[in-house]
């Protein structure tokens, strides 16, 4: 059995391998939590400060005036939110009274909101003033009862609210005074007047989160998550991390409609006494500034942002040994990168290294991440407690030795409960193998060593296929960016009718170096010395930028798209 759990008892001594979880409902834990630390402070925005007291009382007269609306058990209410005080206590709210919270994006398009208000049949919807047209516009064709509209403005203290309003405040299109909405505090007018009961009983194994992935094959899935789904993660975030307390500062900049944001940043901080700094929209700039400001202890982000970081004049004179931990998700982080911020943290007298995690929404967020005290180049590190991996041929549930690389499959406490409305593709996704256990085969190509520390590749469909060799763009992402010109990189596979695919380079280059004929010729010499020939980029693209998707990923896709579009207009 190639899986692994017992090494970090082994490394840590004081890291159990196995943990008890809590029995109830997320708003149980975080709601036990308030009681304990009542006059710390449980979120921060914009300068305003709310202690747990204060939070538990929000959440609990929001819960109320959900059900005076008429909100009842398994209802799913769609959240369309940035990271802002209501979405936080919405969220909450929503898993008192029983009901499913289904976190969408608020940048989303009409047809994208239309799609996630049906795909969850959702029946209420909570979003900002600012986003009330894009469901005015779908509202006819879906089945929505009543749509709760925030401002951020509500949220604020006096002082910057009125600087908001003369600013932001200005830009937002004015809501028709007949419009069919419920102002956020007549909203909450409504519970004040609300006295019947209003809590579910609801236990640890019940659905509470709708979160959304393109899963394994690539297409938009409603993932179905469990209050023990989230708990878990929260017991298992702490327990890697023993050197958190509670009142401890977390960036939460990561959006709560994606699983990073909201299990890490947001749900693992609230349930353990931590401190949410909530961003609900930020430049590099603007995050530099807060966290000098702030002085947080954690940081949560993608590899883009913290790519950002290392280009601000303004954190020169950071003074980063408040810092306790970094750690970077969601996408790869290049070996390059690792070792440039990790000189940036030590220049700016932090303690630590940037530590990389995996994971997948299929299990929330997070699953494995890189010891504190020990690290090995490449590695995404170990499985949290009572998380198992092991490593199978593709397409089979049959597993390989250490060291050889196959399909990452995952088994623990925070695996999903399914994919709305997909029970084939649940059924492909969630197998069940000889040893009794469910397990999530990722789509993700990995291997692991005799240690247990887990090793990323690739994406089995990222994967380029040329002329019959494995090509796997982040190992030649990491060679690219390696380079004293470039900034970042992103490979990917263009369609050849001989080759099949041929590799192709988009690179960023760095501040004050010029896109020229002469910059592109040293960087494909660069490339010919370090790569396989039957991998060599055919051309290097500069780009002054690299597309993002909503969470800040590289959005390779898109790149992809636009040259098929090509290759389909030439052929």
């Avoid at 979880?21 to 402070?41: N, Q, R």
């Avoid at 009543?146 to 401002?151: L, P, Q, R």
């Avoid at 702490?238 to 890490?264: C, E, Q, S, W, Y």
Wanted: glycine residues 6%; proline residues 5%.
């Amino acid at each position: 059995m190639k899986e692994t759990r017992t090494p970090w008892l082994d490394n840590y001594g004081d890291t159990p391998a196995t943990l008890e979880y809590h029995k109830g409902t997320m708003w149980d834990l975080v709601s036990e939590v308030a009681d304990k630390y009542p006059s710390y402070v449980a979120y921060e925005f914009m300068g305003a400060k709310t202690t747990y007291r204060d939070f538990k009382k929000k959440v609990e007269l929001c819960a109320r005036a959900l059900k005076a609306i008429g909100v009842r058990q398994n209802d799913r209410v769609t959240i369309c939110m940035p990271n802002c005080p209501q979405g936080v206590i919405m969220f909450y709210a929503v898993n008192i009274v029983g009901a499913v919270a289904n976190m969408i994006h608020p940048l989303s398009s009409e047809n994208e909101i239309e799609f996630y208000l049906k795909e969850s049949n959702s029946l209420y919807a909570i979003t900002l003033d600012q986003f009330y047209n894009k469901f005015e516009a779908i509202r006819q064709n879906v089945n929505l009862e009543n749509i709760i509209i925030a401002s951020i403005k509500d949220a604020l203290s006096q002082p910057i609210k009125a600087g908001y309003m003369l600013t932001e405040g200005k830009k937002i299109k004015k809501i028709p005074a007949d419009a069919p909405i419920i102002r956020w505090n007549k909203f909450l007018s409504y519970g004040l007047s609300y006295h019947w009961k209003y809590r579910a009983d609801k236990k640890a194994e019940d659905p509470a989160v709708i979160l959304y992935s393109g899963g394994t094959t690539g297409t938009t899935k409603g993932i179905l998550l469990s209050n023990l789904n989230f708990n878990a993660l929260s017991a298992q975030i702490i327990a890697t991390n023993n050197m958190f307390r509670p009142g401890d500062k977390m960036l939460a900049a990561m959006p709560i409609f994606h699983g990073f944001g909201l299990g890490v940043s947001i749900h693992s901080m609230l349930a353990n006494g931590g401190r949410c700094l909530l961003v609900p929209r930020f430049t590099p700039a603007s995050l530099s500034k807060l966290i000098k400001k702030a002085r947080c202890n954690f940081i949560a982000g993608v590899p883009t942002l913290f790519e950002a970081f290392l280009r601000q004049d303004s954190m020169k004179d950071a003074d980063l040994s408040c810092l306790k931990g970094v750690f970077s998700g969601g996408d790869s982080l290049s070996i390059e990168l690792k070792k440039r911020f990790d000189k940036f943290l030590y220049d700016h007298n932090a303690k630590i290294q940037i530590r990389e995690g995996y994971g997948m929404t299929e299990c929330v967020t997070a699953s494995c991440l890189t010891p504190s005290h020990m690290f090995k180049e490449g590695s995404i590190g170990q499985p949290f407690p009572d998380t198992f991996y092991t490593i199978v041929d593709p397409g089979s549930i049959n597993e390989v030795e250490y060291g050889v690389e196959g399909e990452i499959c995952i088994s623990g406490p925070t695996v999903m409960m399914e994919y709305i409305n997909h029970p084939e593709e649940t059924a492909e996704t969630l197998r069940v193998h000889e040893d009794g256990r469910t397990w999530v085969h990722t789509g993700d190509l990995g291997y692991m060593d005799d240690e247990g520390f887990v090793y990323f590749k690739q994406r089995i469909k990222r994967m380029i296929i040329t002329s019959g060799y494995n090509v796997y763009p982040s190992q030649l992402e990491n060679i690219l960016d390696a380079h004293e010109l470039v900034q970042m990189s992103c490979i990917i596979g263009v369609p050849d009718p001989y080759k099949m695919q041929k590799v192709k380079a988009f690179v960023m280059l760095k501040s004050g170096v010029e896109p020229s004929d002469e910059n592109k010729q040293i960087l494909l010499s660069y490339c010919r010395k370090n790569i396989a020939k039957y991998a060599m980029p055919y051309d290097i693209e500069f780009r002054e930028t690299l597309p993002k998707t909503l969470v800040g990923k590289v959005a390779y896709r898109q790149l992809e798209e636009e040259e098929l579009k090509k290759y389909e207009t030439v052929k």
